[in-house]
Nanobody, 123 residues
């Protein structure tokens, strides 16, 4: 089993920056594609951004391109989400997810999940 624990959420103003972290334990972190998912206030849910197991490839939803960056440190079993120029529509609960398949993750699914961390962006 892979345990994922997110941290770093909070209440910020539009235009601010925030960095989320997700620490993994229990299995080999470097085996997994890692992604950040968001559940918005309207309960819409989906993949925001992901990174390959080696860190060489990333995917970003169009709405966050140029503002959000994902990175990972396999030695620390940690994946990060740096969010710049935050907008009210970025508000939601952010979940860290892990799967061996990027294709599976692109459909909004993952084998392992964190508990989520709330990000609220005020206008």
């Amino acid at each position: 089993q892979l345990q994922l624990v997110e941290s770093g959420g909070g209440l910020v103003q539009a235009g601010d920056s925030l960095t989320l972290s997700c620490v993994a334990s229990g299995r080999s972190f470097s085996d997994y594609v890692m992604g950040w998912f968001r559940q918005g206030p309207g309960k819409d849910f989906g993949l925001i951004i992901s990174i390959s197991s080696s860190g060489s490839t990333t995917y970003s939803r169009d709405s966050v391109k140029g503002r959000f960056t994902i990175s990972r440190d396999n030695a620390k079993s940690t994946v990060y989400l740096r969010m710049n120029d935050l907008k009210p529509e970025d508000t939601g609960v952010y979940f860290c997810g892990a799967d061996v398949s990027a294709q599976v993750m692109s459909t909004g699914r993952a084998n392992w999940w964190g508990q989520g961390t709330q990000v609220t962006v005020s206008s």
